[in-house]
């Protein structure tokens, strides 16, 4: 069973940085996408940003502008979002998931595993 934990999350400031981490087990077969998502009370979960397990193919959502990168460790199975100049709009609980299949993806769909979450907040 693919479990997933993340961990990370915090307070912070406008124009301050985080780094997520979300520990991987489980992963039996040989191609996941790996992604990190969030959601705001009332809104459906977005897709920041998604990768494959060798970490070569990354996708990030347009509308993080650049500020946010994901990674895969593989020797140490955990996924990564370094976040930048982050923003009073980018409070909200952060997820990762896992999904069966080579490709990335954004959609929340493509991932039958998620973890529990970790709270992102903005504020001055």
């Known amino acids: 069973q693919v479990q997933l934990a993340e961990s990370g999350g915090g307070s912070v400031q406008p124009g301050g940085s985080l780094r997520l981490s979300c520990a991987v087990s489980?992963?039996?077969?040989?191609?996941?996408?790996l992604g990190w998502f969030r959601q705001v009370p009332g809104k459906e979960r977005e897709g920041v940003a998604t990768?494959?397990?060798?970490?070569?193919?990354?996708y990030h959502a347009d509308s993080m502008g650049g500020r946010f990168r994901i990674t895969f460790d593989n020797t140490k199975n955990t996924l990564y979002l370094q976040m930048n100049s982050l923003q009073p709009e980018d409070t909200a609980m952060y997820y990762c998931?896992?999904?069966?299949?080579?490709?990335?993806?954004?959609?929340?769909?493509?991932?039958?595993?998620w973890g529990q979450g970790t709270q992102v907040t903005v504020s001055s």
């Open positions: 998931a896992a999904g069966r299949g080579e490709v990335p993806s954004l959609r929340a769909s493509a991932y039958a595993y």
């Open positions: 489980g992963l039996t077969y040989t191609s996941y996408r």
């Open positions: 990768s494959d397990l060798s970490g070569v193919l990354r």
